[in-house]
């Protein structure tokens, strides 16, 4: 007999320990119709119609500016057709996520900071033009790369004075002014969200090591490059928009920038011309 808990299990407590959001039940019947040899996109379709917010923001993601789609999706149908099961799954996901938290409007700078670098980062991913990513990955990474924020803030109270350090620290990694104050790290916190939330595995892995330099830098790190992509892309999208909001500053692009100009193939005049194209896309954003 077996007296071992399964992998399924230490994680399920690991999730319920620290306050991680369970996974929305939509998400598990979306997964379900994929896996079938001829997905019902019309029962996916009536799934999402069944909550308005969720239909909502499905036809606007679809018709967002970073995706760049030719035609206008007016229906859930509409959308489902333009993204697909896959990204559809990961929209859903998304729109979720505020959701998931309880009195999330107390963070409501936060949402909306993620929303700006997440169709930042979706803008840019098209701009770049790297077969190793898509707009829409970028997009969705850049809303959840900081979810492990969330956790912590609701989950002790003291964070915010940890998360003003961190923000601060020009030397030491943000996660490390993290752990020492808490048993883990809001990227660690991100990573385990997403695998439970069924994000793919490239995104997983970007959230939980995207304040870490010799991950994104070295080959022999292990982290996919598509995961490396998605860090220096969001990295580069947070930097343009404290360079044109003067909010949410931090330390980050001190120490990632020079990655994030090296991986994306950019200079000092091309991070201008994005300044001035990011402004015009940051007055398209809700």
Request: proline content about 5%.
């Amino acid at each position: 007999m077996n007296l071992l808990p399964s992998v399924d299990g230490v994680l399920e407590l690991t999730i319920k320990a620290n306050d991680i959001p369970p996974r929305p039940l939509i998400i598990d019947r979306i997964r379900a119709a994929m896996r079938k040899d001829s997905p019902n996109f019309n029962y996916v379709g009536q799934l999402i119609k069944s909550d308005v917010g969720l239909a909502a923001g499905l036809i606007k993601t679809a018709n967002s500016p970073y995706f760049g789609y030719h035609k206008q999706a007016r229906s859930v149908q509409d959308a489902l057709m333009m993204l697909g099961l896959d990204v559809t799954s990961r929209a859903v996901a998304a729109i979720s996520l505020r959701k998931a938290f309880p009195n999330s409007a107390h963070y409501e700078r936060f949402w909306d900071a993620s929303a700006r670098i997440a169709a930042l980062s979706g803008w840019l991913a098209k701009r770049v033009q790297n077969p190793k990513f898509r707009p829409e990955d970028a997009y969705t990474f850049g809303l959840f790369r900081d979810c492990g924020i969330v956790i912590l803030l609701r989950r002790f109270p003291a964070y915010t004075q940890t998360l003003a350090r961190a923000n601060n620290d020009s030397e030491r990694l943000f996660t490390a002014v993290e752990q020492q104050d808490y048993p883990s790290d809001h990227a660690m916190l991100g990573c385990l969200l997403a695998q439970n939330w069924w994000l793919p595995e490239e995104i997983c892995q970007a959230i939980r090591h995207h304040h870490d330099p010799s991950a994104i830098d070295l080959f022999e790190s292990g982290l996919p490059l598509t995961s490396r992509y998605l860090v220096v892309i969001s990295q580069t999208a947070e930097h343009i928009l404290q360079q044109l909001t003067g909010a949410s500053q931090t330390q980050e692009w001190p120490k990632l920038g020079s990655s994030c100009m090296r991986l994306l193939s950019l200079d000092q005049a091309m991070l201008a011309v994005l300044y001035k194209d990011g402004e015009e896309l940051l007055k398209t954003i809700d």
